[in-house]
């Protein structure tokens, strides 16, 4: 039903003064009862819950499905990752069967002597003999507790040096920066052998080291084995310097701030007299005891 021009133009002049009327309508009663339109908000409401109650629960449903779908998501990637590891772990599983075939190969081909088993003593620094003539430390374990002389002497990063004196509770240890310390080494890079000599020094030189031999700052340094004083492959330290042909060694052990340190005992009896006085024999049933002098 279409409206005449006049009393559609009578409507829309109307139209805004009965809104205005409406609203102030309005704010008079929300102003003279608030209670009244409290109870009125109330009920249009409890009126539009189950309304929104039925709007809301698809949109809790698609919620929780996405919710499901990305968890499937990262469970499935989650997976993949540790079929790949899987994977990897086998690959490697088997690389490691294959070496342990070779070696087992390679010792029954040259009759290899397997390695001594070793024996460790723990012992704390009692006393520090550090000093301008001297580089030594002082253990509170000695020889009732399994300590030689010669036997390596090591902390968590590496070798300190080696057990010069035993008494029956104490031992002393010769750092590897004494001036009396001459340990037979090996450059790990490249293979070659020299000597880390001590000079009393932070930090000991190599000595006879081949000429023309590659080095560089940042070679690793161990033990090579030679002498029979320690075993092959013992940490020591690194390369620092190599100044005028002149090559010095960052030892890998604080050996300033030595409190606990490890006496290992590797089998090998070494180059050093054990005892400089040799134990007194028990004497025989129905012998007197002699008395021999040590000359």
Same mark, same amino acid.
């Given at each position: 039903?279409?409206?005449?021009?006049?009393?559609?133009? #009578? *409507?829309?002049?109307? !139209?805004?003064?009965?809104?205005? =009327?409406?609203?102030? %309508? $309005?704010?008079?009663? @929300?102003?003279? /009862?608030?209670?009244?339109?409290?109870?009125?908000?109330?009920?249009?409401?409890?009126?539009?819950?189950?309304?929104?109650?039925?709007?809301?629960?698809?949109?809790?449903?698609?919620?929780?499905?996405?919710?499901?779908?990305?968890?499937?998501?990262?469970?499935?990637?989650?997976?993949?990752?540790?079929?790949?590891?899987?994977?990897?772990?086998?690959?490697?599983?088997?690389?490691?069967?294959?070496?342990?075939?070779?070696?087992?190969?390679?010792?029954?081909?040259?009759?290899?002597?397997?390695?001594?088993?070793?024996?460790?003593? #723990? *012992?704390?620094?009692? !006393?520090?003999?550090?000093?301008? =003539?001297?580089?030594? %430390? $002082?253990?509170?374990? @000695?020889?009732? /507790?399994?300590?030689?002389?010669?036997?390596?002497?090591?902390?968590?990063?590496?070798?300190?040096?080696?057990?010069?004196?035993?008494?029956?509770?104490?031992?002393?240890?010769?750092?590897?920066?004494?001036?009396?310390?001459?340990?037979?080494?090996?450059?790990?890079?490249?293979?070659?052998?020299?000597?880390?000599?001590?000079?009393?020094?932070?930090?000991?030189?190599?000595?006879?080291?081949?000429?023309?031999?590659?080095?560089?700052?940042?070679?690793?340094?161990?033990?090579?084995?030679?002498?029979?004083?320690?075993?092959?492959?013992?940490?020591?330290?690194?390369?620092?310097?190599?100044?005028?042909?002149?090559?010095?060694?960052?030892?890998?052990?604080?050996?300033?701030?030595?409190?606990?340190?490890?006496?290992?005992?590797?089998?090998?009896?070494?180059?050093?007299?054990?005892?400089?006085?040799?134990?007194?024999?028990?004497?025989?049933?129905?012998?007197?005891?002699?008395?021999?002098?040590?000359?």
């Amino acid at each position: 039903m279409r409206l005449s021009p006049p009393v559609r133009a #009578a *409507a829309q002049r109307l !139209a805004l003064p009965m809104l205005v =009327f409406v609203a102030g %309508v $309005l704010s008079v009663l @929300g102003k003279a /009862d608030i209670l009244f339109i409290d109870r009125l908000r109330e009920t249009v409401g409890d009126a539009l819950s189950p309304v929104l109650e039925l709007v809301a629960e698809p949109m809790t449903s698609v919620a929780s499905a996405v919710a499901g779908v990305e968890d499937a998501i990262s469970v499935y990637r989650q997976n993949e990752i540790l079929r790949q590891d899987n994977q990897a772990l086998l690959q490697w599983e088997e690389v490691a069967r294959r070496l342990a075939a070779e070696n087992a190969a390679l010792r029954d081909l040259t009759k290899l002597v397997p390695e001594q088993p070793m024996t460790a003593i #723990a *012992a704390r620094v009692i !006393a520090d003999s550090g000093g301008a =003539f001297m580089r030594n %430390v $002082l253990l509170n374990a @000695g020889a009732r /507790d399994g300590v030689a002389r010669g036997q390596a002497a090591l902390s968590g990063e590496g070798l300190i040096g080696r057990i010069s004196e035993v008494g029956e509770r104490t031992a002393r240890v010769l750092l590897l920066t004494d001036l009396n310390s001459h340990i037979p080494v090996t450059l790990e890079r490249s293979s070659e052998h020299a000597v880390l000599d001590g000079d009393n020094s932070d930090r000991p030189r190599l000595v006879f080291l081949a000429p023309k031999v590659p080095v560089e700052i940042g070679d690793r340094i161990v033990t090579s084995g030679a002498g029979g004083v320690f075993p092959p492959r013992l940490p020591v330290g690194e390369v620092v310097d190599v100044t005028g042909g002149v090559v010095r060694i960052e030892p890998y052990a604080e050996l300033s701030r030595l409190q606990i340190i490890r006496v290992v005992d590797y089998g090998l009896a070494g180059v050093l007299p054990q005892n400089v006085v040799p134990p007194a024999r028990a004497p025989r049933p129905g012998k007197p005891r002699a008395v021999e002098a040590q000359r």
